[in-house]
């Protein structure tokens, strides 16, 4: 598994949820570009919605990912990271994604890293191993556990078992 930090994780899946709302059903794929194209704006104008889910929403489908490894690098530590550095490893694919991408950078690089990287993870599910941190997987693994040592209280041995031998000779 890829070193991810739960955070760009969870992220990750809110982006999704994020998508799969805008796009609606059945899909409008002319409403989700309206909105991708208005939030691109407003961030090149500069805009200060200081929101990771928001800009990697704007982000995802404009991003090319050119160094997949150091991107992978960067997603270990969700607070602080080489901002500069990441900014080099994607390229924007449109003149609207350049412009955001380049204000939030000047403005917010932490922001920005963070989005990168988020839309990264999303673009890039089938690479990393989505750990579930949630209270329903954290309360599964605890019964789990659980069961496991109720087994154990329950293995019969030999001792137990000659308690009650009735004849005394081993056999029942």
Not at 75 to 93: F, H, P, Q, R
Request: one cysteine or more; hydrophobic letters at 35%; a negative charge.
């Amino acid at each position: 598994m890829k070193n991810i930090h739960p955070e760009f994780a969870y992220q990750s899946r809110e982006l999704g949820v994020q998508i799969e709302d805008t796009l609606g059903e059945p899909p409008d794929r002319k409403n989700y570009e309206r909105v991708i194209k208005s939030l691109l704006s407003e961030y090149a104008n500069g805009a200060e919605y200081d929101d990771v889910n928001l800009l990697a929403f704007a982000l995802v489908e404009k991003l090319k990912f050119n160094d997949p490894a150091g991107l992978f690098a960067q997603c270990a530590n969700y607070e602080e990271g080489d901002a500069a550095a990441l900014i080099k490893m994607v390229a924007g694919t449109s003149a609207e994604a350049i412009n955001a991408l380049a204000a939030v950078e000047a403005s917010n690089p932490q922001l920005a890293r963070k989005a990168i990287l988020t839309a990264f993870l999303f673009n890039n599910r089938n690479r990393w191993k989505d750990d579930d941190h949630s209270l329903d997987a954290l309360q599964k693994d605890e019964d789990s556990d659980n069961d496991e040592e109720d087994e154990d209280q329950f293995d019969t041995s030999e001792e137990v078992e000659g308690l009650f031998d009735s004849r005394g000779d081993g056999d029942e």
